[in-house]
């Protein structure tokens, strides 16, 4: 888990992309969105969650980066939202009482 939160601490995004997801994780719904994203019929723990969101995150970044047409900045902002929903899911979790 701390391999997975060290490397989140290296993203670094276009800070429009950062800021369209924190507004957007208003509104991020762990059982409505997150199977949706990640293409899977069981609902995986915060820290599978993560590792499948960079995983799409990073795939989705390259296209961004070299102007892929299939690019979608809409999914892109969506994984992020997620993401940043699991791992503040995570860290509350692992949080001390």
Do not use: C, N, W
């Not at 957007?24 to 949706?36: H, I, N």
């Not at 995983?55 to 997620?82: F, M, N, P, Q």
Request: aromatic share 4%; charged share 25%.
């Amino acid at each position: 888990m701390t391999d997975l939160m060290s490397l989140l601490k290296t993203l670094h995004r276009p800070r429009l992309l950062i800021r369209a997801a924190r507004f957007g994780m208003v509104d991020y719904s762990r059982k409505r969105d997150l199977q949706r994203l990640i293409r899977s019929t069981s609902m995986p723990s915060p820290a599978q969650a993560v590792a499948k969101l960079m995983s799409e995150e990073t795939v989705l970044e390259d296209k961004r980066t070299t102007g892929d047409a299939s690019y979608s900045i809409a999914r892109h902002v969506s994984i992020l939202i997620a993401l940043m929903g699991e791992v503040r899911l995570m860290q509350a979790r692992t949080k001390p009482s």
